[in-house]
């Protein structure tokens, strides 16, 4: 062993012989990151961020579904979000212990008890419903056919039937016994929320999205019977245990009940604010329990339509009320994540309460408008002013009185508080807040979010759907119209209007000034709009929907207002959850269901994906600064984070950086099973890197390597020399195996044909030699060409090669492009439409396309078979490297700046762009499991990038 020094900042490690292999199913990523990754650490962005995005606080995920066996002994409790994955908790209700705790893949939506057994049925987030052992843990069956998140679950009452609803639309029926699909419902327009047996019929109700409760025959698969009234969304159905009655609890903050035989409306439950989502009948068919958004859960004679009893039950919302068996308990879950069970009048029995961490998940957050500072609200009602550019808390405060549900800034920088009860207040920075303001909703719904609309005004929308104006001033409050469908407001202090997205898919316009209603409107129905923003910068308005953006421009003359439906940008795995746009109006923000954060330029280009890690899930709120590209983006685990969109792009950071070549990498590869690199720069170094250990030998015992090609089966090695040589070496031994005829200098590239019989190297002499591997024939030698030859590579059935020319001393002469025979050099075919030196080429996997770059700062991609231009990628400088990615529609390029990009070259589409060297980024190379990424820069570095995706997906992480 011998010590040799190596410079990244002061670090100095030992050189070993011999390779480490990794252990079997090890990814590249992996093996870089728990065995190089441990020497050489990541190079700190230019600013010296190394810990961005910030965290606004610590983290929980909430409490979605909870389940009371029939005889009131078991308790379970499940959460999570999506991709975040959840946690699922079984608890003995007569010793108060815990018996079981376990984390899921995904997060989890619905949980029901088998009737007669310990067996419960979980789903959620991955469109699975599994059956498994409530008290042992075991699994037992599985249930996989939808293709989204499952948020209805029921059991029928001899356990032999099972319903899913699904936000794919659909409603399934299965044999819980053996697994089988029985059969698929279709009719609902819209995400099916819920579903519940008959108990007396073979009758089957589902809620959704679409306003609707549909009633089906389980035998026959028709469909029985069409309930209509509810204004908002469906969340929860519970059928009367005699069959007769159906109670729907919707978004309109009413609970609908219906006669299942007649379908007449017998009348409607109110909830004193709040929108409702959940519904229980008690077992002797007398009372009807719901909890909501409120915190609150009542319970009910029906029959009467009086409330018996009110249990200002949780602080958040109430996900699930569930009767026990004998009708003598109640049990409710809040979103927070406390469980409690009441007794019929009310009184608390036990409660399981929430995780001290678990009250700082971040609820709200806005911004101050001059950015001076951003205000974060939390679960607990607590209120943080933080200072973005020293990331240092400004004070730390809780409002006295009803529960605090949202917050926000007008535009002279008075902080606003909403609360549950509806009440709006004025509060300092210090945490003094004044008397409600005069005014709200009619039906005291709370505040579900807040938007500056001018300097001492704001826009409010409440809980129950409706929306105001709010001159905090005057104290005038004036409210948006007299429905309740409003699905978001959208506010920019620079536009003297604003817009509100209504159900099922209509833009209305108001006046910023006095919150009057402009006349004209937008229909996007047919585009089902979701989410809406607007910006100052051109008048735009923003739509998403499940599939893109909808770019339109806004007009207003007077007390009028025009516009179109503009330019469809298509984003791929939508929908967007959220949506912001920049204060220069050029940049769009749209988080998706992955808990990746999409970054569109306005005209609908990506600028980057940004993703903190796997554990923040789908955020649901994004906002920018007023004044710059810093967001605030919120989760739906209770996640807050402050990103800088400028930096994001700049830094997404690699694996490892070395510094490998002082004066610049030239070539790079992953070799030995990509157990290894292989690399050489311009300082005539050449070196072999063992991924595993870190350790590195040099290829030859002198300064002298021009450029290097590793073999098709990552074994062997050719070396170019300076002043002339080549020869071909053992990749583990690094003994010479064979030296070639001795050429005029060292080649400038080099590479093998995949059958690994041939060599071909170029030369800026202007010679290109074609070299038999075996020996048996003598090299070919093709030229002079009348411009040097830059780059040359084999096709994948190793029978032809394209080459390129051109002198980047001379750019104004255009060089070639052309395919040959790979036995006789002789030319099959010329790629024309280019300007400029040919610098690089690349076939694609299957040998059908080939990639080109010149001077000319465009990627080209050509049919091998007829010569035709497919695809020109332009770019803002010339590629050096690209590479296709097989299986999918991908190829990644680096250019002179240094810049990596991915690009979709079907829908010619750039996916991805990132500075990953601060100057020209030479070559690249791709693992074969396609998990990471090499690059070598003139900077002399050799990075190494995680690569994360499927398929199209793929993604520099």
Not at 320 to 330: H, K, N, R, Y
Not at 418 to 429: E, F, K, M, N
Not at 852 to 876: F, N, P, W
Not at 918 to 929: E, G, K
């Amino acid at each position: 062993m011998r010590l040799i020094p190596f410079v990244l900042g002061l670090l100095f490690f030992v050189v070993t012989r011999g390779a480490l292999a990794a252990p079997p199913g090890t990814s590249t990523s992996d093996l870089i990151t728990q065995g190089i990754g441990q020497r050489y650490s990541r190079t700190p962005g230019p600013l010296g961020f190394t810990n961005w995005p910030v965290p606004l606080h610590h983290i929980v995920a909430a409490t979605m579904a909870s389940a009371l066996s029939p005889d009131g002994r078991l308790l379970v409790t499940g959460g999570g979000y999506n991709a975040n994955g959840g946690r699922l908790i079984i608890r003995d209700l007569e010793t108060k212990s815990t018996i079981l705790t376990r984390q899921t893949d995904r997060g989890l939506r619905r949980i029901r008890f088998v009737p007669n057994t310990d067996w419960i049925v979980v789903a959620g987030y991955d469109g699975k419903a599994r059956l498994m052992d409530a008290r042992t843990g075991r699994h037992i069956r599985e249930f996989s056919r939808h293709t989204a998140n499952i948020d209805g679950v029921a059991v029928s009452v001899d356990g032999s039937r099972m319903a899913t609803a699904s936000h794919d639309g659909l409603v399934m029926l299965w044999n819980l016994q053996t697994g089988q699909h029985l059969r698929t419902f279709t009719g609902h327009t819209n995400d099916v929320m819920t579903v519940a047996f008959v108990p007396t019929e073979p009758l089957l109700v589902s809620g959704s999205r679409d306003l609707r409760v549909l009633i089906w025959n389980i035998e026959t698969g028709e469909l029985v019977r069409e309930f209509t009234g509810p204004e908002s969304q469906v969340e929860d159905v519970a059928v009367s245990p005699g069959g007769t009655v159906i109670a729907a609890a919707c978004g309109d903050q009413k609970t609908w009940l219906w006669d299942r035989e007649t379908g007449k409306l017998l009348g409607t439950l109110p909830a004193r604010r709040g929108r409702l989502s959940c519904v229980d009948f008690s077992p002797d068919g007398n009372h009807l329990a719901m909890g909501g958004f409120d915190g609150e859960v009542t319970l009910w004679d029906y029959a009467q339509q009086s409330m018996v009893v009110r249990i200002p039950a949780h602080q958040s919302a109430v996900f699930a009320v569930t009767f026990s068996g004998d009708g003598q308990l109640l049990a409710s879950h809040g979103w927070s994540g406390d469980a409690k069970l009441w007794k019929s009048d009310g009184s608390l029995v036990t409660e399981f309460p929430i995780a001290s961490d678990a009250q700082r998940a971040v609820s709200a957050a806005a911004w101050a408008p001059d950015e001076s500072c951003f205000a974060v609200m939390d679960l607990a009602g607590g209120i943080r002013l933080i200072s973005p550019d020293q990331n240092q808390e400004l004070a730390n405060f809780r409002i006295e009185g009803p529960q605090v549900s949202s917050l926000g800034f007008t535009g002279d920088g008075q902080l606003m508080t909403g609360h549950i009860d509806g009440s709006i207040r004025t509060v300092t920075r210090t945490g003094e807040a004044s008397e409600p303001i005069a005014g709200g909703p009619p039906n005291r719904a709370g505040v579900a979010r807040f938007s500056t609309v001018g300097p001492h005004a704001i826009a409010v929308q409440f809980l129950d759907g409706s929306a105001a104006r709010i001159d905090v001033g005057q104290s005038k409050f004036v409210r948006l119209g007299e429905t309740f469908d409003f699905v978001q407001v959208a506010t920019d202090p620079g536009l003297d209007w604003f817009a509100t997205l209504h159900h099922p898919g209509f833009v209305r316009f108001w006046d910023a000034a006095t919150g009057k209603p402009l006349a004209g409107q937008l229909n996007l129905q047919e585009q089902s709009p979701q989410k809406l923003a607007v910006t100052s910068v051109g008048s735009r308005l923003i739509c998403s929907n499940a599939t893109g953006l909808i770019n339109c421009r806004v007009t207003r003359t007077g007390d009028e207002v025009s516009g179109e439906p503009g330019r469809f940008l298509p984003v791929a795995n939508g929908p967007l959850q959220a949506l912001a746009i920049s204060p220069d109006g050029q940049t769009v923000v749209g988080p998706l269901l992955d808990g990746t954060i999409r970054v569109h330029g306005i005209d609908g280009s990506m600028g980057t994906t940004i993703k903190r890690d796997n554990t923040a899930g789908p955020a649901t709120e994004v906002m920018f600064g007023p004044r710059s590209q810093r967001l605030i983006t919120i989760h739906q685990n209770g996640q807050g984070w402050f990103w800088d969109i400028d930096r994001a792009n700049a830094e997404v950071l690699p694996l490892i950086s070395i510094a490998a070549h002082e004066k610049g990498t030239r070539f790079v590869s992953f070799a030995l099973d990509d157990q290894a690199l292989v690399t050489n720069g311009y300082d005539g170094k050449g070196w072999v890197w063992d991924l595993a250990t870190g350790e590195r030998r040099q290829l030859i015992g002198k300064d002298s390597v021009s450029t290097c090609a590793v073999s098709p089966d990552t074994r062997k090695v050719a070396i170019g020399h300076f002043p002339a040589g080549l020869d071909l070496r053992d990749l583990q031994s690094l003994e010479t195996e064979r030296t070639f005829e001795k050429p005029k200098r060292g080649p400038y590239s080099i590479q093998f044909s995949p059958d690994q019989r041939r060599l071909i190297t170029s030369y800026y002499e202007k010679d290109l030699i074609l070299y038999d591997l075996a020996g048996e024939t003598p090299p070919v030698a093709l030229g002079p060409a009348a411009l040097p030859w830059t780059y040359a590579v084999f096709s994948p059935d190793s029978k032809m090669f394209a080459a390129c020319t051109g002198d980047y001393k001379q750019q104004s002469i255009v060089g070639s492009i052309t395919l040959h025979d790979a036995a006789t050099g002789n030319v099959l075919k010329k790629f024309e439409g280019f300007s400029g030196e040919a610098k690089f080429a690349a076939f694609d996997p299957e040998g059908r396309r080939l990639a080109t770059s010149a001077s000319d700062k465009v990627v080209r991609v050509y049919d091998i078979g007829s010569g035709e231009e497919l695809a020109a990628l332009k770019q803002s400088d010339t590629a050096f490297s690209i590479v296709f990615v097989p299986g999918t529609d991908l190829l990644i390029t680096g250019d002179y700046r240094g810049n990596l990009r991915i690009w979709d070259f079907q829908s010619k589409t750039l996916v991805q762009s990132l500075r990953a060297h601060p100057d020209l980024l030479q070559r690249l190379d791709l693992s074969r499991d396609k998990s990471a990424l090499v690059t070598g820069g003139k900077d002399g570095s050799v990075k190494l990038w995680k690569l994360v995706g499927e398929g199209n997906q793929l993604r520099v992480f």
